[in-house]
């Protein structure tokens, strides 16, 4: 993914197959990784690859907004 994809969802357990995943984050800006996942800073570095990244939906975030969504009814 590149440029525009900002704001886009990130699903874990997607199957291409049936189209279904569960929504784990959202893309907000871009990373360096290396083939661990560490985050890296060169941008020079050959064994650094781009990749969207963003916060993850954990219980603590998503539990007081369902909580409060749950309220508005």
Same mark, same amino acid.
């Given at each position: @993914?590149?440029?525009?994809?900002? %704001?886009? +969802?990130? $699903?874990?357990? $997607?199957? *291409?197959?049936?189209?279904?995943?569960?929504? =784990? %984050? =959202?893309?907000? &800006?871009?990373?360096? @990784?290396?083939?661990?996942? *560490?985050?890296?800073?060169? /941008?020079?570095?050959?064994?650094? =690859?781009?990749?969207? =990244?963003?916060? #993850? $939906?954990?219980? *603590?975030?998503? /539990? +007081?907004?369902? /909580?409060? *969504? &749950?309220?508005? #009814?």
């Amino acid at each position: @993914m590149g440029g525009g994809a900002s %704001g886009g +969802p990130r $699903f874990g357990d $997607f199957s *291409a197959t049936t189209g279904h995943g569960a929504l =784990v %984050g =959202v893309n907000t &800006q871009s990373g360096r @990784m290396d083939a661990t996942g *560490a985050g890296r800073d060169d /941008e020079g570095d050959p064994a650094c =690859v781009r990749h969207l =990244v963003g916060p #993850r $939906f954990t219980t *603590a975030l998503t /539990e +007081p907004l369902h /909580e409060k *969504a &749950q309220r508005l #009814r």
